[in-house]
């Protein structure tokens, strides 16, 4: 399975974003998907995943509830809505699938598949 992560850019801080993440093969809509994050310098780390129903998600605590994700299975695409973007959520994003694997994984290790990563830049 190929992961295409698209929508990165760069925008002002209070601005929004929406990630996808579109995969090549329809397989995908079986498997959990979770988005990451590396900024420059630091280590790769989860943001938010989702069951492959969509009827369970997981974010990271510090997110504060200002991002948001959701999948279409009719599109093979899971989406992040990121609104009030800060400086501090500048880095590369990442989108991922685990195959074989039920609820939504936080770790890297488990992830199977994943996409080349968007830029997303907030200027202050």
């Known amino acids: 399975v190929q992961l295409q992560a698209s929508g990165g850019g760069l925008v002002q801080a209070g601005a929004s974003l929406r990630l996808s993440c579109t995969a090549s093969e329809r397989t995908f809509n079986l498997y959990p998907v979770g988005w990451f994050r590396q900024p420059p310098g630091k280590e790769r780390a989860f943001l938010a995943g989702i069951t492959y129903t969509g009827d369970n998600t997981r974010y990271a605590a510090s997110l504060k509830g200002r991002f948001t994700i959701f999948r279409d299975n009719a599109k093979n695409t899971v989406y992040l809505q990121m609104n009030w973007l800060e400086p501090e959520d500048t880095a590369i994003y990442y989108c991922?699938?685990?195959?074989?694997?039920?609820?939504?994984?936080?770790?890297?290790?488990?992830?199977?598949?994943w996409g080349q990563g968007t830029q997303v830049t907030v200027s202050s």
């Open positions: 991922a699938a685990a195959r074989d694997y039920r609820g939504v994984p936080s770790s890297t290790t488990v992830y199977d598949y």
